[in-house]
């Protein structure tokens, strides 16, 4: 039997209130796009509102957002709304935004998408950018009330989506424990994780482990053993990213793009094999089941004397999939449910202590949430992972990539954009 997810939107006030579902927030001071496809709601884009209002700033602005938008490739409509305070006071909101309108439509016309309608947002008013009737739309405009108390955002509640009033992810209930005993194991783990990490057997373990528990239904706690395990294990930064690139993309591509990047000596296998919490070992996919032998051209070619393998298009075709991956150009669609658990499993580790470990399941949490549209959360996860960690390098690169404006190219495409309930809204 196929469930029916979609919810029905008859007015502007039902738009206006699936807006902070679909982020998960209530924006201020953004632009947020919603894309058309003849009546049914597609892609939605948040975005910051341009810092000033000359005729270039307006111009470049606009052109990016139409870069945005081309990605819906079924679009043929827009729908805006402007959330910010500015204006409502002195009556000027909406001459003051028509500029930017203006130039957005001129955008969109070129792309062959029509604007069909535009909304501003404060906090206590909201009212239609094209509507001059002052019954329908009075000065300021019609209250705030009228959209949280709307049809669809009660239907949202009900199906259980919570927005929040700010762009915060983090609460008090997520600050790291404090628990020396914890951290001196966990740093144990990680000193035998290091004579060990370019072992291509003891990657193979590592990348079980971790493919276990994104595939177990996740328990609602690991044991202090096997959570000093899984975090030291992001401590080891080629680990880290094989983790990130595991969920998203699978074990293949994670094996492949390690062999590329010539992670693997002969030295690393030589010690013991790497202890396994018990906790872990039964999550294990691997268990009673002999390993896979699969190995790239690249590590067929791995010379028994340690010696670099010469450069293979093979090799050079995985070192590319690492980087798409962690830009949302590879695979065409990731696994989104395995990237879920990973960020539920990564919250969780982030409470059980603080320092690197902390820094790198912040990290982690804030690329998913770009993954997601969500640059809002994602910066403020980046931003928690530096102060954690000073000149946590990931954590400043991914953050770079987020001020700069760059959309996961997962976000660009219906097909393959994570969807926050699993349905549409027509």
């Not at 709601?41 to 938008?69: C, F, H, M, N």
């Not at 994670?254 to 296998?269: K, M, T, V």
């Not at 340690?306 to 949302?328: H, I, Q, S």
Request: net charge negative; charged share 25%; glycine share 10%.
């Amino acid at each position: 039997m196929t469930t029916d997810n979609r919810v029905t939107i008859s007015r502007p006030e039902d738009i206006l209130g699936f807006i902070p579902h679909a982020l998960g927030h209530w924006p201020k001071e953004s632009l947020v796009a919603i894309t058309l496809r003849g009546q049914t709601l597609g892609a939605t884009l948040r975005v910051d509102l341009p810092p000033e209002g000359s005729e270039k700033v307006l111009a470049l602005y606009s052109r990016r957002i139409g870069e945005y938008l081309e990605a819906d490739h079924d679009a043929d409509g827009v729908l805006l709304a402007i959330f910010s305070d500015d204006g409502w006071e002195n009556g000027g909101v909406v001459q003051g935004n028509l500029p930017l309108l203006e130039s957005l439509e001129l955008v969109f016309a070129r792309g062959g998408l029509a604007l069909r309608d535009a909304w501003f947002i404060g906090s206590g008013y909201w009212r239609s950018a094209f509507c001059t009737d002052v019954e329908c739309c009075p000065i300021p405009g019609r209250p705030v009330d009228e959209i949280l108390d709307s049809r669809l955002n009660a239907e949202m509640v009900f199906r259980g989506s919570r927005v929040r009033e700010s762009p915060r992810l983090l609460g008090q209930a997520d600050e790291p424990a404090i628990d020396p005993e914890f951290l001196r194991a966990e740093d144990s783990t990680l000193e035998e994780m290091l004579r060990r990490w370019r072992g291509k057997k003891t990657f193979e373990e590592m990348l079980d482990v971790w493919m276990g528990v994104l595939d177990s239904g996740l328990p609602e706690e690991f044991d202090p053993e096997a959570e000093a395990f899984l975090r030291a294990s992001l401590r080891v930064p080629a680990w880290r990213d094989a983790v990130v690139v595991l969920a998203a993309a699978g074990k293949g591509v994670a094996r492949g793009g390690a062999e590329a990047f010539r992670f693997f000596s002969p030295e690393g296998d030589s010690e013991a094999a790497l202890f396994i919490p018990p906790g872990l070992r039964c999550l294990s996919p691997a268990k009673g089941k002999p390993k896979a032998q699969r190995s790239s051209p690249a590590g067929q070619s791995q010379r028994a004397s340690g010696g670099e393998a010469p450069r293979t298009a093979a090799a050079d075709n995985n070192a590319l999939r690492y980087g798409d991956v962690l830009l949302g150009l590879y695979p065409d669609n990731p696994d989104w449910d395995r990237l879920a658990t990973l960020d539920r499993v990564l919250a969780m580790l982030s409470r059980r202590g603080g320092g690197e470990g902390r820094a790198a399941a912040l990290t982690i949490r804030g690329w998913i949430q770009w993954c997601q549209g969500s640059g809002s959360f994602a910066d403020e996860l980046f931003s928690q992972a530096d102060a954690e960690q000073q000149g946590y390098r990931l954590a400043e690169l991914l953050a770079e990539v987020v001020r700069r404006g760059t959309v996961c190219g997962w976000a660009k495409s219906h097909a393959s954009a994570w969807r926050r309930f699993g349905g549409t809204a027509a």
